[in-house]
T-cell receptor, first 112, second 111 residues
Framework: DTAVSQTPKYLVTQMGNDKSIKCEQN?????MYWYKQDSKKFLKIMFS???????INETVPNRFSPKSPDKAHLNLHINSLELGDSAVYFC???????????FGPGTRLTVL | GEDVEQSLFLSVREGDSSVINCTYT??????LYWYKQEPGAGLQLLTY?????DMKQDQRLTVLLNKKDKHLSLRIADTQTGDSAIYFC???????????FGGGTRLMVKP
């Protein structure tokens, strides 16, 4: 009964490649998010998305793009991967208008 | 801009109380949260408090909010070794329901 799931759990790739991380939630939530957690455990919001609007943290490079095929999924696509993209990426979801967010288990991305 | 700060580390003995502190700058925060992250896992919501409340208690957890000083604390009574984790406070601001997280406090519980 996983609420928010992500695949893959680990992703190791070369600089310059393009990769995607998938996220699915079965909670019926309206809003989904992507966060980046760096090696010092600092957690930073990247995107907030519902069916009406996408809000982008202005510090996120445009190589990162969220793609939502439907309400239950928000995938993260990354172009031209760089060493500094290595981090753990967390997906989360919340009901409309509520701040309680439910997190996925994370995807550890390593760029070589 | 929004800024949330926490001390990096706290060590307590099993059975003692733990108090984890957090300060924030955005006076328009509506909700404040405490999340727990165990090694290799995602974040688990522990509790939250509305900005018009001063205190919330939930079993071993007590949240205190001093809105004037923009100070939030989480008290864990009778701390157990299973409480060892990183604890994040977070504030909700209006744009897109997004949360701003503190840097996390690593709690170590010694037997």
């Amino acid at each position: 009964d996983t609420a928010v799931s992500q695949t893959p759990k680990y992703l190791v790739t070369q600089m310059g490649n393009d990769k995607s991380i998938k996220c699915e939630q079965n909670l019926g939530h309206d809003t989904m998010y992507w966060y980046k957690q760096d090696s010092k455990k600092f957690l930073k919001i990247m995107f907030s998305y519902n069916n009406k609007e996408l809000i982008i943290n202005e510090t996120v490079p445009n190589r990162f793009s969220p793609k939502s095929p439907d309400k239950a999924h928000l995938n993260l696509h990354i172009n031209s991967l760089e060493l500094g993209d290595s981090a753990v990426y967390f997906c989360a979801s919340s009901p409309q208008g509520a701040g309680e967010q439910f997190f996925g288990p994370g995807t550890r991305l390593t760029v070589l | 801009g929004e800024d949330v700060e926490q001390s990096l580390f706290l060590s307590v003995r099993e059975g003692d109380s733990s108090v984890i502190n957090c300060t924030y700058t955005d006076s328009s925060s509506t909700y404040l949260y405490w999340y727990k992250q165990e090694p290799g896992a995602g974040l688990q919501l522990l509790t939250y408090i509305f900005s018009n409340m001063d205190m919330k208690q939930d079993q071993r957890l007590t949240v205190l909010l001093n809105k004037k000083d923009k100070h939030l604390s989480l008290r864990i009574a009778d701390t157990q070794t299973g409480d060892s984790a990183i604890y994040f406070c977070a504030e909700k601001y209006d744009a897109g329901n997004m949360l701003t997280f503190g840097g996390g406090t690593r709690l170590m519980v010694k037997p």
